[in-house]
């Protein structure tokens, strides 16, 4: 290709290439066992598959309706109810999005404009700060500490001024695996009391929560709800990330907004996996055996590590735990991340990452969401290190 000689000024001119394909393809390249990116390396339900393949054969291949397949909005209305005793009406607050990142992306691209500002949690997952770049927003960072990660609201409460259009939240949380808890969610109440912010709730990790906590939706809180968008992921539920099929659930109002971006950004997406995971979705077992089956492989991936030198955190959500490296190295956790993959042949993810200005915490993030086997093998390898 000839070269393009216009000026670009880039409107994301810190974006570079993602850690996640930065560890994947080093992985890859030393063939290293790869618990760096976040996705289950176990098959997606054959039930599922067959229902899919039963609506592309009868013929369900053309454009689905540009807010979703209402089956599969009354599915979701029902769950929200059976879960969270929150009535989302069907037709006009729930909206199907190819992913969850979609749903961020148009809810964020909805309401945010030039110069509002966006309060959001650090390390964080990677899609909100760009998301909100391109809609002329501005992320307030808000640094949680290791080794915990909870949120201090009075900090919060101290950041909130005119400008502050939208509260970011995530629970069980990516990268750290912290969850919010019932006070959390009665002080975030107490902080937007009043005002007119708006919620972005990335809930993509709902099911996926450990020792008997509960999961707080927003959509448990009326006076949260009230002002919320909700994300969630099948992606996530049904192990099948590389679907990227999610939903955004709003009151009617924020939903017009939503629906008026999204309709122009993918116009509808997937419709047999709508189908299909319309008919799936009756039985509730589906999703409600997700977090034993969870709990199950945290702790085993635990008990194949207990004796190593790594330093589990108390993580309560989420695929993913985290692993203070602090006794074996002083090395920044990035150096740490790339010495691991090649020396010892686990990949993993360093947490400076998820910050705006990296901090250094000498911790890994490592994905369980994996056969019993891999884990097995990662868990003999992280042993070996000294
Ligand atoms: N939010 C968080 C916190 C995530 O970890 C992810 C997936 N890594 C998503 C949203 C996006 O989900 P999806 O793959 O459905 O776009």
């Not at 979701?76 to 109810?81: L, P, R, S, Y």
């Not at 909206?95 to 110069?115: C, D, F, K, N, P």
């Not at 650090?122 to 700060?129: G, H, L, N, T």
């Not at 691991?340 to 993030?365: C, E």
Request: glycine share 6%.
């Amino acid at each position: 290709m000839p070269e393009y000689k216009g000026a670009i000024k880039s409107k994301l001119p810190k974006a570079g290439t993602t850690i996640f394909s930065i560890m994947s393809g080093l992985a890859n390249e030393v063939g290293a066992i790869n618990l760096s990116q976040g996705f289950p390396n176990f098959e997606v339900s054959p039930e599922l598959i067959k229902l899919i393949n039963k609506y592309m054969k009868e013929g369900f291949n053309q454009y689905a309706p540009m807010q979703g397949v209402l089956k599969l909005r009354e599915r979701i209305a029902e769950k929200m109810e059976v879960l969270y005793s929150a009535n989302y009406n069907p037709e006009k607050e729930i909206t199907i999005t190819a992913g969850g990142t979609q749903a961020l992306y148009t809810a964020i691209t909805a309401v945010i404009r030039e110069g509002d500002e966006v309060i959001v949690f650090e390390p964080a997952y990677d899609s909100y700060v760009p998301s909100i770049l391109l809609s002329g927003g501005i992320p307030i960072h808000v640094h949680l500490q290791a080794p915990d990660f909870r949120i201090n609201w009075n900090e919060v409460k101290k950041l909130i001024n005119q400008r502050t259009r939208m509260i970011i939240i995530n629970t069980p949380q990516n990268p750290t695996g912290s969850i919010l808890t019932a006070k959390d969610m009665q002080q975030l109440e107490k902080i937007t009391d009043g005002n007119d912010i708006i919620l972005l709730s990335d809930e993509v990790y709902e099911h996926i929560i450990y020792d008997g906590y509960e999961h707080q939706s927003v959509a448990r809180y009326p006076k949260l709800a009230e002002r919320s968008f909700i994300v969630y992921s099948f992606g996530k539920t049904y192990h099948a990330t590389g679907w990227k099929m999610g939903y955004c659930l709003a009151p009617e109002k924020l939903m017009n907004e939503f629906r008026k971006v999204h309709q122009f950004q993918v116009f509808s997406v997937n419709t047999p996996l709508q189908y299909a995971l319309a008919e799936y979705m009756k039985d509730a077992k589906h999703y409600a055996g997700l977090t034993a089956f969870y709990q199950q492989k945290r702790d085993y991936f635990l008990k194949l590590i207990a004796g190593s030198k790594f330093k589990p955190l108390s993580c309560s959500g989420s695929y993913f735990q985290l692993l203070d490296y602090s006794k074996i190295s002083n090395e920044k956790d990035t150096d740490y991340a790339i010495r691991l993959t090649r020396q010892a042949g686990v990949a993993a993810i360093p947490i400076s990452v998820f910050y705006n200005v990296p901090v250094d915490n000498k911790v890994l993030r490592f994905c369980f969401a994996k056969e019993n086997a891999t884990l097995e093998q990662a868990a003999e390898k992280l042993l070996a290190v000294k």
